[in-house]
């Protein structure tokens, strides 16, 4: 590749006192490409957010904004190279409008002195076609974003950060509080940004999600960085057993079938587990052949 | 967050899951329009019950005590839709007035500064912005809730003021504010009356009622106009032809209110009368069928059977028996009949309660009769529109005073009037159930003007005396600057809600914090701007206090923050901020203000009114969360 890419980490750590919270985290993201960033509760995801959207400093390593060595203050910095953070629960006020949420601190005005007013018919009228690009038709900006559905409240604060220059977009797991179909809504808003030729970091606890959407993926487990594979270089199933730690959820089965021992209901479940997990394994298996 | 999975996932797709929402139903989830319903229901309830409630000078009384607190209610309302509270707010218009006073005093005397007013009093407004500041920086440096940190405030504020006062003065009062040099600028600034008893307007122009009646008449036109071009689907290109139809009708029926103005009410307005009410109905539909789309289903049979028809009987037995009941009591008997009630009041509460329940009864079946049967809503909004009319000739018949005979008689006729050519509109055109910005902008327009002239009439009526008037009525008409503030500072302030930057930082630190934050809010600045709003309307309240009764008492407006609060939350703001409007805070202090006034008017004792406006607040909380509800659907 002789372009840089868009943002590049290169064996990124972070301690908190002597807590390691991650390390040696190597990935990258291009312009138009999805890179997602997997792992369970506690894999050390939130540090990596926190590093890149520059709320935190990273312990060692180096951060590349094409192909610029960065480090960042402030998430006001990230902000201004063009990485946006969409995080799950705070990305919108539910009882303003679309419009209001879409152009919120960075109100367009007219007029001067103490009549220096936002300009309603501008902003409305952007957000419309922006989101309009996304692929939702908003009939009516002035309705209330509590009124929209998860996904596109998501793709509401999607739309506004590439409109407002991103290009990068850095999404919180914006699928882990919805339902399937609603999930599937927000899957194609991310296709959507990666087609407008942005960068996008998705992170994300399912493998499901990711794997259709992903250029690249990035998998974490306790901190430690498991692999950065592109798509071609890792299957689904592999990605599944990475995500969970192959031999904890074999540690898993174990404990499972030794707990279930007079409880008939556990040993179903356990069973059930057992099966699943092997046949996992025996796809992996095949998927190397 | 897990538990919303299950409701996300029950959503269809946002499309059809997200059903048009006309101007009109968009209206009625705006905040302000519980506060508004109130006011016209409380107004019409002390109009009838005192003879003094709807003249210039009742006017003039409630909304004398309404101003001071509806700027406060207004600076309030600003700070509750960021998400705060300010307890300090009643206790700083004691404060600021208190100290002024103080300043201006000479020296040595009270341990008083000796300044002129124009040094004093912007060193008021420094003092209280301070307040303000220092509330806001606690609150957002210590992230403790506001109500505790203004509580500390308040205490602080109430204890300086009294001890104070009893330190310089020995008394629990300051006085002399006009020993200032300069007190007679800054009275036309702070304390100028207008008194308006003698500007009689009888004979000009035909008199100020004619000029009153004819504003008040092309207001009404105007927002009926508009209206019904948000209401009915536009045809691609109008029936040119028909238009001439809508002018002539509109112009009979103000024609036809014109002369029944000029008539006093008791002989041949009949005649005018039926002028108007036929003029305005053939407008309305020449209006219709110029420009509206015709229904195809208008001809479906009429249908009175299931819920609707068992509503149609209530209803109609509803308004048979409240008539009844009005005809064989004794409207004159004062015999008790137990609960404080004679038979008189009984007959009054009963009568009215039973029409208009069954009238409402009637809407809502004609209403879920037009889904299936044009036909059929319209022979039941026809029935309703009959009920009120018959209801309106028994009360003329029966009415003693001129305002029941003619004004009230008036009012329901028209009511009726109105209500059944909206009924023959809906049933013969085709209702809008999609997005127009044209028709949506268009009627708009119209619409807000209609309500700026209607207003003005309104003006006309409160700035002018008649010799009637000036005759019947004791009491002045006095007309203070606070008046004019309080109508200024909510224009300003509604305007820098809605309209500006700031007003937007105001609803979403109020809605989530951390959202705004995220996209570059300046949330503390924010928030403590709003403090410094509370605190600067309190020193604007204290100025107009002091330069009142050139005296402060060291307990003034303690406790009134709670009456802030109130007119607040009945104006629609939420207490957990988000959500609310300027203008309903200014309508909660005149709902407040009525009732305060409303019930010493009506000759009762005013030890009622906080059971009044508890049930009030508890009302409009209720209306609250309702819409509330309603706003937030999905999430």
């Not at chain 1, 480090?71 to 705070?90: K, N």
């Not at chain 2, 009844?324 to 404080?340: H, K, M, N, P, R």
Request: with cysteine; net charge negative.
């Amino acid at each position: 590749m002789s372009d840089p890419a868009l943002l590049e980490l290169d064996n990124i750590s972070k301690y908190y006192g002597n807590i390691i919270a991650l390390t040696g985290v190597t990935t990258s993201v291009n312009a138009g490409e999805v890179t997602c960033v997997l792992g369970d509760n506690g894999a050390g995801k939130s540090t990596f957010i926190k590093i890149i959207a520059g709320a935190h400093q990273q312990s060692e390593g180096t951060l590349r904004v094409e192909g610029q060595e960065v480090m960042f203050d402030s998430p006001r910095d990230a902000l201004e190279l063009g990485i946006a953070t969409v995080y799950q629960d705070l990305a919108v006020v539910p009882l303003m409008s679309v419009w209001r949420n879409f152009f919120l601190g960075a109100e367009p005005t007219r007029g001067w002195g103490p009549f220096r007013r936002v300009d309603q018919e501008k902003a409305s009228g952007i957000a419309k076609d922006e989101m309009a690009k996304m692929g939702i038709d908003i009939r009516d900006t002035e309705q209330a974003v509590g009124t929209l559905s998860g996904g596109e409240r998501q793709s509401v604060a999607i739309a506004r950060a590439a409109y407002f220059g991103a290009k990068v977009l850095i999404l919180d797991e914006p699928t882990s509080a919805l339902g399937v179909k609603q999930s599937g809504v927000v899957l194609k808003y991310i296709i959507e940004a990666r087609n407008r030729g942005l960068g996008v970091i998705f992170i994300t606890h399912n493998p499901n999600h990711a794997w259709p959407v992903g250029d690249r993926f990035l998998i974490l487990n306790r901190g430690k960085s498991m692999g950065n594979f592109a798509k071609d270089e890792i299957t689904r199933d592999e990605l599944i057993m990475m995500m969970a730690g192959g031999a904890e959820l074999e540690e898993l089965t174990k404990e499972l079938e030794a707990a279930s021992a007079g409880d008939e209901s556990l040993a179903h479940l356990a069973e059930e587990f057992a099966e699943e997990f092997h046949e996992l394994e025996e796809r992996v298996e095949d998927d190397d052949h | 967050m897990t538990t919303t999975a299950p409701a996300a996932e029950a959503a269809a797709a946002p499309d059809e899951r997200l059903a048009y929402r006309g101007p009109i139903q968009r209206l009625l989830i705006r905040p302000e329009i519980g506060a508004l319903i109130g006011a016209a229901v409380i107004w019409v309830f002390f109009w009838a019950v005192t003879d003094v409630f709807g003249t210039t000078a009742g006017v003039n009384n409630y909304l004398d005590v309404s101003a001071s607190l509806g700027i406060m209610s207004i600076a309030v309302a600003l700070l509750m839709i960021g998400g705060e509270f300010d307890l300090s707010s009643g206790a700083i218009t004691g404060a600021t007035g208190m100290l002024v006073v103080l300043l201006v005093k000479e020296v040595g005397e009270f341990g008083g500064a000796g300044f002129p007013l124009s040094v004093a009093i912007p060193l008021t407004l420094i003092f209280a912005l301070i307040i303000g500041w220092a509330n806001g920086t606690l609150v957002e440096k210590t992230a403790l809730p506001s109500f505790i940190v203004t509580l500390a405030t308040f205490f602080i504020l109430r204890g300086a003021k009294l001890g104070f006062a009893k330190l310089f003065t020995d008394k629990v009062i300051v006085e002399g504010l006009n020993d200032a040099p300069d007190h007679g600028f800054w009275e036309n600034v702070f304390g100028a009356v207008w008194i308006r008893n003698d500007h009689v307007w009888d004979s000009f122009l035909g008199g100020r009622n004619v000029v009153y009646g004819v504003l008040l008449t092309v207001g009404a036109l105007l927002l009926i106009v508009g209206v019904l071009e948000l209401m009915f689907q536009r045809r691609e290109t109008p029936a040119q032809a028909r238009m001439p139809v809508a002018v002539v009708g509109f112009a009979a029926g103000v024609l036809g209110l014109i002369l029944l103005a000029a008539t006093d009410g008791t002989s041949d307005n009949w005649l005018w009368g039926i002028v108007l009410a036929a003029g305005g109905a053939v407008g309305m539909y020449g209006m219709g069928a110029w420009r509206y789309e015709r229904r195809a289903d208008s001809s479906a049979a009429v249908n009175l059977t299931g819920r609707v028809g068992r509503n149609v009987a209530m209803g109609g037995g509803a308004i048979a028996l409240g008539v009844v009941l009005g005809l064989i009591l004794d409207a004159e008997s004062q015999t008790e009949i137990g609960f404080l009630l004679t038979v008189q009041g009984f007959r009054a509460i009963a009568y009215a309660g039973l029409i208009i329940t069954g009238v409402i009864l009637l809407l809502g079946a004609a209403r879920s009769a037009g889904k299936t049967s044009a036909r059929t809503q319209l022979a039941i909004t026809s029935m309703a529109a009959a009920a009120i009319v018959v209801v309106a000739f028994i009360v003329q018949s029966q009415a003693d005073s001129r305002k029941f005979r003619a004004e009230f008689f008036a009012v329901i006729i028209g009511a009726a009037v109105l209500m059944l050519a909206f009924g023959v509109l809906r049933s013969t055109f085709v209702e809008r159930r999609k997005p127009d910005a044209v028709a949506d902008k268009r009627g708009r327009t119209l619409a807000m003007t209609g309500i700026a002239v209607a207003f003005t009439g309104l003006a006309v009526r409160l700035m002018w005396a008649t010799t009637f008037e000036n005759e019947t009525i004791r009491g002045e008409v006095r007309w203070r600057i606070a008046v004019f503030y309080f109508i200024g500072f909510a224009i300003v302030a509604s305007y820098l809600l809605l309209r500006t930057k700031f007003g937007s930082w105001t609803f979403a630190v109020g809605g989530n914090k951390n959202a705004a934050r995220q996209v570059g809010v300046p949330a503390a600045r924010t928030k403590t701007i709003l403090f410094m709003i509370v605190s600067a309307a309190g020193w604007l309240v204290g100025m107009l206090i002091a330069f009142r009764l050139n005296s402060v008492q060291a307990n003034v407006g303690d406790g009134n923050e709670f009456f802030y609060i109130i007119a607040a939350v009945v104006g629609g703001n939420l207490l957990t901020g988000g959500y609310g409007s300027v203008i309903g805070a200014s309508i909660g202090a005149v709902i407040m203000a009525m009732s305060f006034q409303g019930i010493p008017f009506a000759g009762w004792n005013s030890d009622w009114r906080f059971l009044f406006v508890g049930a009030i607040l508890l009302l409009a909380v209720l209306v609250n969360n309702y819409v509330r509800a309603k706003a937030e659907a999905a999430s």
